[in-house]
């Protein structure tokens, strides 16, 4: 009999947002490194992911799967992570995994009894927010992912919801005032983006063989960059 062959390891990147990190996953979590504050991803990330292997005694060459959260979120975080996978798979010949920002802010509460609202800060008053149910399995969408005000966001809400996402941060107090017994957070360890649910959530994609071209890996902004703006200004 041949030797039965591993489980896929998987190495995802979550750089959507302040919070975020690396982490290596086959079947479970094997190691993650959470990363935050002000510092560019482009000097941590490729260091963090030096530290993650090493630690673990895996080579970057034993990496089956490449994933990467897709956004939205920030614009500048969202291009690094991009340009991070989009190099890594050429030069080791690897699959890619797309994985959506919010739904793997949702997957960090995996078992809620209510609805999970992940909420990210996009400026100029709003947010980006979409809203799911978690069973024990992926998160189930809700309401779509979208660019709403914080107000109508709690337009499409009815009663007690779970809050994750950095928007909290922005916005927590907005949604306690107007939503009352019914804004909920989840706790403080479990409200930020982790390279661990990236993971897993691409461990689910990749066995429907749900994989994206590398060369057409673009970050899902939900709004124009600042440049794009610019331009059609110039063009007007």
Known sequence: MGTPSLPPLILALETSGETGGVALYRERLLGEVLLSGSITYSRRLLPAVEFLLRHLDLRLEEVDILAVSIGPGSFTGLRIGAATVKGLSLALGKPVVAVDTLAALAALVPVSPYPVCPVLDARRGEIFAALYRTEGDEPRTLLPPGLYSPEALCAHLSG???????????????????????FLQAPGHLREGRASAV???????????????????VP??????EAERNRGWKRA
Not at 160 to 182: A, D, H, I, K, S
Not at 199 to 217: I, N, T, V
């Open 160 to 182: 007690p919801t779970l809050f994750v996402g950095e928007g909290l941060r922005v916005y927590g107090e907005f949604f306690r005032e107007r939503l009352g017994e019914n």
């Open 199 to 217: 993971a897993w959530l691409a461990s689910r994609k990749a066995l429907r063989g749900e994989f994206c071209d590398p060369a057409r890996l």
């Open 220 to 225: 899902s902004y939900l709004r124009a960059t």
